[in-house]
C-alpha cells in the first residue's frame, strides 16, 4: 500500500506561484509513477502532469505547458509541481497519484492523495 500525502496548496493571486509537494511511503519510491491531477468545482478530474519512475521522462497537459513543471527527489520520496503565471482557470482540488506502471505504458493510478485546494483570485 502506498501513502500519498500533499500540501503546499493555497491562495494566490492571479500571476503568482506556488509549489506543490506530495510526499510518498510505503512502497520504494522510485518504482512508480507520479502524476498529478486536479479537480474543479462542478466538472471532471483533468490530468496536469506525470513523470516517470527515473525522473528521465515528463507529461504536462497543454493547458499546464510551459506554467507548470512536475519533478521528484527520490532520495526524499516526494513529487513536486511548480506552478508559475497561475491563473484563476487554474483554482482546483490538485491530487498526488502514484501507479506501479512505467510512464511509457499509459498507467492508471491506483494511489491517490487527499488533495490539496488551490485557489487564485483575479
Known amino acids: 500500500q502506498v501513502q500519498l500525502v500533499e500540501s503546499g496548496g493555497g491562495l494566490v493571486q492571479a500571476g503568482g506561484s506556488l509549489r506543490l509537494s506530495c510526499a510518498a511511503s510505503?512502497?520504494?519510491?522510485?518504482?512508480?509513477?507520479m502524476g498529478w491531477f486536479r479537480q474543479a468545482p462542478g466538472k471532471e478530474r483533468e490530468f496536469v502532469a506525470a513523470i516517470s519512475m527515473s525522473g528521465s521522462s515528463k507529461i504536462h497537459a497543454a493547458s499546464v505547458k510551459g506554467r507548470f513543471t512536475i519533478s521528484r527527489d527520490n532520495a526524499k520520496n516526494t513529487v513536486y509541481l511548480q506552478m508559475n503565471s497561475l491563473k484563476p482557470e487554474d483554482t482546483a482540488v490538485y491530487y498526488c497519484a502514484a501507479s506501479s506502471v512505467p510512464l511509457g505504458l499509459s498507467p492508471k493510478y491506483e494511489y491517490w492523495g487527499q488533495g490539496t485546494q488551490v485557489t487564485v483570485s483575479s
Open positions: 510505503g512502497r520504494t519510491f522510485s518504482s512508480l509513477t
